[in-house]
């Protein structure tokens, strides 16, 4: 069964996955209608900037188009646990944070998701991750106890 983090992360990406393709579908839609409107040269089409309007506008239908594919593929990547698929949607995530205001409050709970306990633990019982990939030799995430123990050992020695 898939955790409720992993669950709801899918859902958010899959959401602002769609919304970019409905994205991809109006910006084309409106520079179509741009150009069957304006005509395909003259002093009108300067006057209105359709150059600008076409070059801007197709950037963002290829950037839409491209966000929601990966996204997509993405989010289906998460339900199957494949080793790809965290850093493919850390990637999402950050993006997600720089689209104000709704995208950087979802992307936010995406990035928090990502590196919960839960998370980890989904990616390694799925066996597509090596424990190697997600920690680095410690049983528990950051900073050793430990280590932070002996590191006041050692100032105290040396205050004596």
Known sequence: MIPERISLARKIIRVFAFLSLVTFLVSLGLLILARLSLGSGGELRQLAGADFVEKFGLWVAIGSLLFGLAGLKTASGLGAARRWAWPASLVMAV????????????GLKV???????EVKD???ASGHWRATDLEAGSEYPGTEPDFIQQLEEQIKKKGK
Do not use: A, E, Y
């Not at 993006?95 to 979802?106: A, R």
């Not at 990035?111 to 306990?117: E, K, P, V, Y």
């Open 95 to 106: 993006v997600l944070v720089c689209l104000f205001p709704l995208g950087t409050i979802f």
């Open 122 to 124: 989904w990616f390694k």
């Open 111 to 117: 990035l928090l998701d990502l590196f919960s306990r």
